[in-house]
């Protein structure tokens, strides 16, 4: 089983900032992949970027591609999420999820995440 809890989310204003972790209660933590998703009322999930738990470049969707970057720690099995230049279309609730294990590949699509956070909520304002 995999455990993860999300912190970090807030209401911020258009341009500003906010950095999201997300601690993630695994051994194989660097077998998996690891992403952010993100849901806002009314919308689709979508999947924001991803990394894996071992290495390689990150992916990121083309709306925050420039203004969001991925990282991790993988000693403190932590994931986060550093949001600059945000906008009132950035606002959602924030999801960390986690595959089971995997060889890399870790690409956007939610099919391949099987471990959920319960999210964290982005508000972006004018």
């Known amino acids: 089983q995999v455990h993860l809890v999300e912190s970090g989310g807030g209401s911020v204003q258009t341009g500003g900032s906010l950095r999201l972790s997300c601690v993630v209660s695994t051994i194989a933590y660097t077998r998996r992949c690891m992403g952010w998703f993100r849901q806002a009322p009314e919308k689709e999930r979508e999947g924001v970027a991803t990394i894996y738990g071992g290495g390689g470049t990150p992916y990121y969707s083309e709306s925050v591609k420039g203004r969001f970057t991925i990282s991790q720690d993988t000693t403190a099995k932590t994931v986060h999420l550093q949001m600059n230049s945000l906008k009132p279309e950035d606002t959602g609730m924030y999801y960390c999820?986690?595959?089971?294990?995997?060889?890399?590949?870790?690409?956007?699509?939610?099919?391949?995440?099987?471990?959920w956070g319960q999210g964290t909520q982005v508000t972006v304002s004018l």
């Open positions: 999820a986690s595959s089971t294990n995997s060889n890399g590949g870790c690409t956007l699509g939610s099919q391949g995440f099987r471990y």
